[in-house]
């Protein structure tokens, strides 16, 4: 991604079901990038996410995507998504890897044009922790809904033992 990055905010849960970071998306920027640092769980689990408009978290069936799964371990795979409720796949964790605690996986999001009222694309990437191998995650996605979005939440099936994320205004 070119040019430069501004903090703009973060956040960051122990023990949640889900993190919500609000007021960070505005017209300053076309192009956010989020990224997580930390994802803790008691049992497995993958972190999803979805966007925050000024009524809440935007959670209609109209999230777009596709994600390639690259195992260390195993066969690629890929799956689709059409009229979801969320982003998947954006970081697994796997407590029973053995990697200890303050170690989960690392993602990153870019988000484009988030506060402008069209659709939102967005992209991923990120490396999880498994007991068997390292999955890696790429993804694209579309919210189809013309709306100006304002944040982000995440949340996953388990509850979140640690999450940290931060989002940053990408400069052109």
Request: proline share 2%; net charge neutral.
């Amino acid at each position: 991604m070119a040019g430069s990055l501004e903090f703009i905010k973060s956040g960051s849960g122990t023990s949640v079901s889900d993190l919500s970071i609000t007021d960070c998306f505005s017209a300053k920027y076309n192009v956010y990038k989020v990224v997580i640092n930390n994802i803790e769980f008691g049992a497995s689990a993958d972190m999803k996410y979805r966007l925050i408009n000024a009524s809440g978290v935007v959670s209609s069936a109209n999230y777009d995507s596709a994600v390639l799964l690259q195992r260390s371990y195993g066969s690629f795979s890929d799956n689709r998504t059409e009229n979801g409720t969320e982003f998947r796949s954006i970081g697994f964790y796997d407590p029973a890897s053995g990697i200890g605690t303050g170690k989960g996986g690392a993602t990153v999001i870019y988000i484009y044009n988030p506060f402008g009222s069209v659709y939102t694309f967005v992209t991923w990437q990120n490396a999880g922790l498994s007991s068997i191998g390292t999955p890696v995650r790429r993804g694209i996605g579309m919210l189809t809904v013309s709306e100006s979005h304002t944040g982000i939440n995440f949340n996953a099936s388990e509850t979140i033992l640690g999450v940290n994320a931060s989002v940053y205004g990408v400069k052109s």
